[in-house]
């Protein structure tokens, strides 16, 4: 009897120790892949298995209920990962709650459902968020003006917006592109397409599709954009009802004195801008800081501000990341002026030497906003026609890192914003 005691409490006392937990750190010594570890994390809730983000421990790491189906699947991906026992997972959540320590655990409990917004057929350029999400094996959807309209987008959590305008000025590729055969081909189709949703001008039909992806954000949802999305929205916003088209695009001259018609209470983000007028320029307006850079490749990066994770979650997810320092890139719209966004949006990146933002998030009624300037995070200057950036060559990015905090976002039980 004796010795079956004894047998009992060392079996007992080695399940205690025995490990239950998967960890996957998310620093830059111990993770070989930081983009597909949010994929592991996204088929995990899709399982509706609960998964802990531990805000600025070891980069942002994830916390997941250990099993074999979990530890293969991070094999099979290539994720860095660590199995750790009953005790240690307990030491280090006490660690985190720690009122000394700049770290919160933010629980993530369901699968967010995303909506990517892109046209039939393949644009002459990347979206760096389809990208990321195929790569990280996130699955998405896609969903064009149509669907929009329809309001089709309350089926979805998270909508992605990239390299689209939103004024119907068809990108502003004019001056350049107006010869080539794709640009032509596209501004058919668009004309097409608005004339078949009952709209006489495609600006027209891109305002109320603008309007309707207000409506969804008003409404609860969250929206992600990029390059010149961020900068046509708002404005697409600010001059709902004003013609600020030239006979290239839409047939008809312009309003007069479009510019001190423009409302800027009606845009997320940005205030105070002035449109660019000519069709020759390929810029959409003094927000974007495109022209205004005085930074030469080697030394263009941009800082991630640093935010307190038990007070204010919401930017520290955002945030999460293994440097805290990110390399630029450049697009139609490369980061945005600072005295043209509005002081109730959060700036979350920026260069300081150039006085410009990079990436800012907001609150529009129950929803949220995050706009983050450039391209592409590993191809500083893409040019339409160049080569797909390959991210198996980039798996730790922390530009892309940023998108793959966003998509995550939604899947966080929500705290109320302190500051």
């Not at 390399?327 to 600072?338: A, D, E, L, P």
């Amino acid at each position: 009897m004796k010795k079956i005691a004894i047998f009992l409490f060392l079996f007992l006392f080695a399940n205690q120790l025995f490990a239950s937990y998967i960890l996957i750190p998310m620093d830059a010594d111990t993770q070989k892949n930081h983009l597909k570890a949010y994929g592991i994390t996204y088929w995990t809730l899709e399982k509706n298995v609960k998964v802990k983000w531990l805000l600025n421990y070891r980069g942002g790491a994830f916390l997941l209920p250990d099993s074999a189906e979990i530890q293969r699947e991070c094999q099979i991906r290539g994720v860095s990962f660590e199995i750790i026992s009953d005790s240690k997972t307990q030491q280090i959540l006490e660690d985190i709650a720690s009122p000394s320590k700049n770290m919160e655990a933010v629980v993530l409990e369901k699968a967010p459902k995303i909506a990517v917004y892109t046209p039939q057929g393949k644009l002459p350029w990347d979206d760096a968020v389809t990208m990321v999400l195929s790569y990280a094996e996130i699955p998405y959807e896609t969903i064009y003006d149509e669907g929009v309209l329809k309001d089709e987008l309350l089926l979805y959590d998270w909508l992605h917006l990239h390299h689209e305008d939103f004024t119907g000025q068809f990108g502003k590729f004019y001056a350049r592109y107006r010869q080539a055969a794709w640009y032509i081909q596209e501004k058919k189709e668009a004309e097409a397409l608005a004339t078949k949703l009952g709209y006489s001008k495609v600006s027209e039909e891109k305002r109320d599709v603008a309007l309707k992806i207000r409506d969804y954000v008003v409404g609860g949802g969250f929206m992600f954009a990029m390059c010149s999305a961020t900068e046509s929205f708002d404005i697409a916003l600010s001059a709902a009802g004003i013609d600020i088209c030239e006979p290239m695009f839409d047939g008809d001259a312009s309003d007069a004195n479009y510019q001190s018609k423009l409302d800027f209470s009606k845009t997320f983000a940005f205030k105070d801008y002035t449109l660019e007028r000519s069709a020759l320029v390929y810029e959409f307006s003094s927000i974007d800081m495109t022209m205004k850079r005085k930074i030469p490749k080697q030394t263009d990066y941009f800082s991630l501000m640093d935010f307190s994770a038990k007070w204010d979650p919401i930017p520290s997810m955002l945030c999460q990341n293994h440097t805290a320092l990110v390399k630029g890139f450049m697009g139609q719209t490369t980061s945005f002026t600072r005295d043209q966004i509005k002081s109730n949006v959060l700036v979350m990146g920026e260069n300081k030497t150039n006085g410009e933002a990079k990436y800012i998030h907001g609150i529009k009624g129950k929803g949220f906003f995050t706009f983050y300037g450039g391209h592409d995070p590993e191809d500083y200057t893409h040019q339409v026609g160049d080569p797909k950036t390959e991210l198996e060559l980039h798996p730790t990015s922390p530009g892309y890192r940023l998108i793959l905090n966003n998509v995550l976002f939604p899947a966080a039980k929500k705290k109320k914003q302190k500051t």
